[in-house]
């Protein structure tokens, strides 16, 4: 592409422009990327905390209930006395432009339980509070798991504009800036010879 400009100082101010904000582009673009990398890493680290911990609570939730259903027999028709779940509100903040969600919910236990307390017992209580612990963990884990995945589209979306500057544009954009400038000293040079012969020719 270098060949096909004329070698004017009107190109050769452009092509500088454009190497410039090609540069500061490209700066900005690592910059970015090292910024979402961070921010990634510390959602990767929450997730595997909340997995393993996920796991126990599902564990101890499904043990409470069974004892529940040992000492109350069958629970299912207390449980269905339960409201349904609609507290999770959706909102999003931004990194660096990019949208990342924020779960919230009230999803604690009331100081009044919506389910008879006559019919149950404290084995149904811990069953209660532990399935409401795996329910916030879950709205963590779920908000955490999706931005991850929405920081890796970034990152790789980010490399990706890098890589085309560093690899091309940058380089495209020396090329031809290294072709007009010697163009136009060697334009100067023939200039200068030409004025030497000229008034050598003068003083003859």
Do not use: C, W
């Not at 004892?67 to 349904?84: C, D, E, H, Q, R």
């Amino acid at each position: 592409m270098a060949e096909q400009l004329f070698a004017t100082k009107g190109n050769l101010i452009k092509v500088r422009r454009s190497l410039k904000q090609a540069q500061l582009g490209y700066d900005l673009m690592d910059r970015k990327r090292s910024v979402l990398v961070r921010e990634m890493m510390s959602h990767i680290d929450e997730a595997r905390e909340l997995r393993d911990e996920i796991d126990t609570t599902y564990s101890e939730a499904y043990r409470a209930l069974e004892y529940a259903n040992m000492t109350l027999g069958v629970v299912s028709t207390i449980a269905k006395t339960f409201p349904i779940e609609n507290s999770l509100k959706l909102s999003v903040r931004s990194v660096m432009s990019v949208e990342l969600p924020k779960l919230t919910a009230e999803l604690s236990p009331s100081d009044r339980p919506t389910y008879p307390m006559t019919l149950t017992s404290s084995a149904f209580d811990e069953a209660y509070i532990k399935f409401n612990r795996a329910k916030e963990i879950t709205v963590r884990l779920a908000e955490t798991e999706n931005s991850i995945y929405r920081l890796a589209e970034a990152i790789k979306k980010t490399q990706k504009r890098a890589n085309a500057l560093k690899n091309i544009m940058i380089p495209r954009f020396q090329q031809q800036l290294k072709f007009i400038s010697s163009a136009l000293d060697e334009k100067e040079r023939e200039e200068f010879s030409r004025q030497k012969v000229i008034k050598r020719r003068k003083m003859k």
